[in-house]
């Protein structure tokens, strides 16, 4: 409760008649009890205790660490570089859900917004961009709603986190205050400008309260400051002045050493590097040595690399370090980092969208969603396995194929949008149809076969009875008349 009333006495310190103003201008129902700043309530849940518990500053090893002095360290710039051009590159859709799943809501005014120009002076890769940036330095992403008379959104303008604060009215309400210190936003110069929450898309980072992010530059200031002091030591050490090359001793007291250190640096300095040194009057040059913890600056730096690669959860390689990746497993290492590392970030974008920017009415029939397809596609040869396995079960059509592969659609007279399945290429309305089918004909076939078989018997039961017939003895010529001859002698005797 003391750390409130603290958080009280600095705010009192704020104009309350430009506070007054500032609500009145706003037209705020949230507000209108909010007369004067030291009217806020005493709420334990204070918003902005999750920003202000880690703050930027001097480090342990004695270096100021702030966002920009962090910018300045090669692998730092590197790892948010890639997220935000990671977060701003993907494509951003807002779709309608229908009956049957979910299309393309492009009639709506965000659609445009989200995905092709968010403003009149920004793209959309340029806003998200930028909010990824603020989320990864600040802890938090703020972007002023532009609205028209009917609730539809005109334009988000993002807002240096810096500059803003948050804070809750006296009926427990959220509000915004940006401190425009400069004149970035015109006639508004070192004036305070109060927000309602649906004047605000708010991207919070991770935080103890689930309101406000606090900076990952501030609470990792330790780490970040010791390889800003490790960088410098290195710069200092290659300038020599970390550390003396060697010494020039004289065996007597000398009155100007100055001169003999310039006069030596210019004969024998880098540019004259291997020249052959002459003493005089008894000097002697002695070289000092490497120690063996300076041996290990380079070690010490690689660390470094691989420290701040772990606190933004991005794989060693992605930052050109590739040392520990090898062609077995760099594509996996890519799909790692979609799935664990972006799809967190792009989660926080697209409920904060919903949250902030629909209206009541839309968030159950509207939804943004980020196309992550084209980073998690494997390699050509792996891709038409799958669209082959995909087409041959039915559940992938030709266009549905070449869509994924940014191809252009074939027509519907030519089989474009043909579903087939069981291997044969069957259509899918047709498949019980072409089984019947095949039963019928199967049985026509048996039928066919049978009767067949049956004509086949008769035919060898009559080449059976035939054969049996010529292959029947016959009597001889001479046989037959001998027969007749006893014939007619009995004949004859009677």
Same mark, same amino acid.
């Given at each position: 409760?003391?750390?409130?009333?603290?958080?009280?006495?600095?705010?009192?310190?704020?104009?309350?008649?430009?506070? *007054?103003?500032?609500?009145?201008?706003?037209?705020?129902?949230?507000?209108?009890?909010?007369?004067?700043?030291?009217?806020?309530?005493?709420?334990?849940?204070?918003?902005?205790?999750?920003?202000?518990?880690?703050?930027?500053?001097?480090?342990?090893?004695?270096?100021?660490?702030?966002?920009?002095?962090?910018?300045?360290?090669?692998?730092?710039?590197?790892?948010?570089?890639?997220?935000?051009?990671?977060?701003?590159?993907?494509?951003?859709?807002?779709?309608?859900?229908?009956?049957?799943?979910?299309?393309?809501?492009?009639?709506?005014?965000? $659609?445009?917004?989200?995905?092709?120009?968010?403003?009149?002076?920004?793209?959309?890769?340029?806003?998200?961009? *930028?909010?990824?940036?603020?989320?990864?330095?600040?802890?938090?992403?703020?972007?002023?709603?532009?609205?028209?008379?009917?609730?539809?959104?005109?334009?988000?303008?993002?807002?240096?986190?810096?500059?803003?604060?948050?804070?809750?009215?006296?009926?427990?309400?959220?509000?915004?205050?940006?401190?425009?210190?400069?004149?970035?936003?015109?006639?508004?110069?070192?004036?305070?400008?109060?927000?309602?929450?649906?004047?605000?898309?708010?991207?919070? +980072?991770?935080?103890?309260?689930?309101?406000?992010?606090?900076?990952?530059?501030?609470?990792?200031?330790?780490?970040?400051?010791?390889?800003?002091?490790?960088?410098?030591?290195?710069?200092?050490?290659?300038?020599?002045?970390?550390?003396?090359?060697?010494?020039?001793?004289?065996?007597?007291?000398?009155?100007?050493?100055?001169?003999?250190?310039?006069?030596?640096?210019?004969?024998?300095?880098?540019?004259?590097?291997?020249?052959?040194?002459?003493?005089?009057?008894?000097?002697?040059?002695?070289?000092?040595?490497?120690?063996?913890?300076?041996?290990?600056?380079?070690?010490?730096?690689?660390?470094?690399?691989?420290?701040?690669?772990?606190?933004?959860?991005?794989?060693?390689?992605?930052?050109?370090?590739?040392?520990?990746?090898?062609?077995?497993?760099?594509?996996?290492?890519?799909?790692?980092?979609?799935?664990?590392?972006?799809?967190?970030?792009?989660?926080?974008?697209?409920?904060?969208?919903?949250?902030?920017?629909?209206?009541?009415?839309?968030?159950?029939? $509207?939804?943004?969603?980020?196309?992550?397809?084209?980073?998690?596609?494997?390699?050509?040869?792996?891709?038409?396995?799958? $669209?082959?396995?995909?087409?041959?079960?039915?559940?992938?059509?030709?266009?549905?194929?070449?869509?994924?592969?940014?191809?252009?659609?074939?027509?519907?007279?030519?089989? +474009?949008?043909? $579903?087939?399945?069981?291997?044969?290429?069957?259509?899918?309305?047709?498949?019980?149809?072409?089984?019947?089918?095949?039963?019928?004909?199967?049985?026509?076939?048996?039928?066919?076969?049978?009767?067949?078989?049956?004509?086949?018997?008769?035919?060898?039961?009559?080449?059976?009875?035939?054969?049996?017939?010529?292959?029947?003895?016959?009597?001889?010529?001479?046989?037959?008349?001998?027969?007749?001859?006893?014939?007619?002698?009995?004949?004859?005797?009677?």
């Amino acid at each position: 409760m003391q750390s409130d009333k603290n958080d009280k006495n600095e705010f009192e310190a704020v104009n309350t008649v430009e506070a *007054t103003e500032a609500i009145e201008g706003n037209k705020t129902s949230d507000l209108q009890g909010l007369k004067s700043i030291a009217d806020l309530p005493d709420v334990q849940n204070s918003v902005r205790d999750s920003g202000t518990t880690f703050l930027f500053g001097q480090s342990t090893s004695g270096e100021k660490v702030d966002e920009k002095t962090a910018m300045q360290i090669a692998t730092v710039y590197a790892c948010v570089r890639l997220l935000a051009e990671s977060v701003a590159q993907l494509p951003l859709h807002l779709y309608r859900v229908t009956g049957d799943g979910k299309e393309k809501a492009i009639d709506h005014p965000l $659609y445009r917004i989200l995905n092709r120009q968010t403003n009149p002076e920004m793209t959309s890769f340029s806003f998200r961009e *930028t909010m990824m940036t603020h989320l990864l330095l600040w802890g938090n992403a703020y972007a002023q709603i532009i609205r028209d008379g009917k609730n539809g959104v005109l334009g988000l303008y993002p807002l240096l986190p810096e500059n803003v604060e948050v804070d809750r009215d006296e009926s427990g309400k959220i509000f915004y205050i940006y401190h425009a210190y400069t004149n970035e936003v015109p006639g508004e110069n070192n004036k305070d400008i109060y927000f309602r929450r649906e004047e605000m898309l708010h991207i919070p +980072g991770l935080g103890f309260n689930g309101l406000v992010g606090f900076s990952p530059i501030a609470m990792m200031k330790n780490c970040l400051g010791a390889a800003m002091a490790v960088e410098k030591y290195g710069s200092l050490f290659f300038r020599n002045g970390a550390q003396p090359i060697g010494v020039l001793s004289h065996p007597m007291s000398l009155k100007n050493p100055d001169r003999i250190r310039e006069d030596w640096k210019r004969i024998y300095g880098s540019n004259n590097a291997h020249n052959v040194a002459i003493l005089e009057e008894g000097m002697s040059y002695k070289p000092i040595s490497l120690p063996p913890e300076d041996s290990q600056f380079l070690s010490t730096r690689e660390f470094d690399v691989e420290e701040i690669c772990r606190i933004f959860r991005v794989p060693p390689h992605l930052v050109q370090d590739l040392k520990r990746s090898t062609f077995n497993n760099i594509e996996h290492q890519g799909i790692s980092y979609v799935q664990y590392t972006l799809m967190p970030w792009l989660e926080r974008f697209e409920q904060a969208i919903i949250k902030d920017i629909l209206i009541e009415s839309e968030q159950d029939e $509207y939804f943004p969603k980020f196309n992550v397809d084209g980073l998690l596609r494997g390699d050509y040869e792996s891709r038409m396995r799958g $669209y082959a396995i995909g087409f041959t079960n039915g559940f992938l059509s030709p266009n549905d194929i070449r869509r994924l592969e940014n191809m252009d659609p074939i027509p519907d007279e030519l089989g +474009g949008n043909v $579903y087939v399945a069981n291997g044969s290429y069957v259509l899918l309305k047709d498949i019980g149809i072409a089984y019947a089918n095949r039963i019928q004909q199967s049985q026509q076939a048996t039928s066919d076969i049978q009767s067949e078989s049956q004509s086949s018997q008769k035919q060898e039961e009559q080449v059976a009875q035939k054969e049996q017939q010529e292959t029947k003895p016959k009597e001889s010529k001479q046989h037959t008349e001998r027969k007749k001859q006893r014939k007619t002698e009995r004949k004859g005797n009677s």
